[in-house]
């Protein structure tokens, strides 16, 4: 069993940054997929941010040059910064990852928690 936890999300002006992190733990041989979605209130959940095996990177037009997702494999950590900020960024956000598990070698998919983003204008 693999737990996420999510941390980072806040309040804050338009034009400002925000760092979300995403730490797993548990039984974790590898993660082999990292991706940060959001939902604002009465819109569909979106993917914001991948990334995969060997780096590659995909993101979302609304957020392309402005938000960047990146990994501390040691730590089994994801993040999500985020710069620029608009109003329209405002969301609950989560990350999700595909682990492969000890023992097992079994891949899941887990979820955070999700952390609120605020952006004032």
């Known amino acids: 069993q693999v737990q996420l936890m999510e941390s980072g999300g806040g309040l804050v002006q338009a034009g400002g940054s925000l760092r979300l992190s995403c730490v797993a733990s548990g039984n974790i041989f590898s993660v082999v997929r990292l991706a940060w979605y959001r939902q604002a209130p009465g819109k569909e959940r979106e993917l914001v941010a991948e990334?995969?095996?060997?780096?590659?990177?995909v993101y979302a037009d609304s957020v392309k040059g402005r938000f960047t997702i990146s990994r501390d494999t040691a730590k089994n950590t994801v993040f999500l910064q985020m710069n620029s900020l608009k109003p329209e960024d405002t969301a609950d956000y989560y990350c999700?990852?595909?682990?492969?598990?000890?023992?097992?070698?079994?891949?899941?998919?887990?979820w955070g928690q999700g952390t609120q983003v605020t952006v004032s204008s």
């Open positions: 999700s990852l595909d682990i492969i598990e000890t023992v097992r070698f079994i891949t899941r998919r887990y």
């Open positions: 990334g995969g095996i060997g780096g590659t990177t």
